[in-house]
Nanobody, 119 residues
Framework: QVQLAESGGGLVQAGGSLRLSCAAS????????MGWFCQAPGKEREFVAA????????YYADSAKGRFTISRDNAKNTIALQMNSLKPEDTAVYYC????????????WGQGTQVTVSS
């Protein structure tokens, strides 16, 4: 059974940094795409960043480019999202997600972790 568990959220002032982590378990993710999404109050969930686990290719939303970095740790079976220069509009619940190579849909989701950026 696939499990994704996020950690690392919290409260930070604008301009600060946070590092989110996602522990993945239950299967081999070598050919998977692992992603981070966020959902702010009253808004739809939106894509933030993704990484192809096997080769490390990364993808970013325009809002994340230059500020956020997604990475993976093969030994620990985790992915991380380093978030720098945080803005109040980054406030949201951040979700870790996974999808296999056979689909464009992310079918596995974590519970989410709250990120709050104060001005």
């Amino acid at each position: 059974q696939v499990q994704l568990a996020e950690s690392g959220g919290g409260l930070v002032q604008a301009g600060g940094s946070l590092r989110l982590s996602c522990a993945a378990s239950g299967r081999t993710f070598n050919n998977f795409f692992m992603g981070w999404f966020c959902q702010a109050p009253g808004k739809e969930r939106e894509f933030v960043a993704a990484i192809k686990w096997s080769i490390g290719t990364t993808y970013y939303a325009d809002s994340a480019k230059g500020r956020f970095t997604i990475s993976r740790d093969n030994a620990k079976n985790t992915i991380a999202l380093q978030m720098n220069s945080l803005k109040p509009e980054d406030t949201a619940v951040y979700y870790c997600a996974a999808r296999g190579p056979w689909t464009n849909e992310y079918g596995y989701w974590g519970q989410g972790t709250q990120v709050t950026v104060s001005s």
